[in-house]
């Protein structure tokens, strides 16, 4: 019986851990296929951090350029809707795990960040487009 009480708690311990609910201005890592996801079924930002020059090589369809590098970066996403899910990505994924803590810190409610960027994106074999 001792032994049916502990596999009990560990199971409700485990249960409670992976079961963590996402809270209020959390970052969420998400895979291409998760963001696929995301955009067909929430009315959500998607930004690329990237620069100028890097966004017309190519960047993920319905995407709005924001630089994470711009002096204006910080005027540029207070511009953005707090309250809807915003999607960040950059080329591997280190500006967007910035820019994703500076839009949780400004009071964001939902931010995602691509796990990868778009190199992962590319790589998982989805479109991107360009500017011609």
């Not at 899910?85 to 839009?103: F, Q």
Request: aromatic share 8%; charged share 30%; with cysteine.
């Amino acid at each position: 019986m001792k032994n049916k009480i502990i596999i009990l708690c560990f199971a409700l311990l485990a249960i409670t851990f992976s079961c963590k609910e996402e809270t209020q201005g959390e970052i969420k890592m998400v895979s291409p296929e998760e963001m696929k996801s995301l955009l067909a079924l929430e009315d959500v930002q998607l930004v690329d951090v990237r620069t100028a020059e890097e966004y017309e090589t190519g960047f993920i369809e319905h995407s709005q350029n924001i630089d994470y590098t711009s002096v204006t970066f910080e005027e540029d996403i207070v511009k953005l809707d707090k309250t809807k899910p915003v999607i960040v990505y950059c080329k591997s994924g280190g500006r967007s795990g910035k820019c994703s803590k500076k839009m949780k810190d400004a009071g964001f409610e939902k931010v995602y960040d691509l796990e990868g960027g778009i190199a992962q994106w590319k790589f998982k074999g989805n479109e991107i487009k360009t500017l011609q």
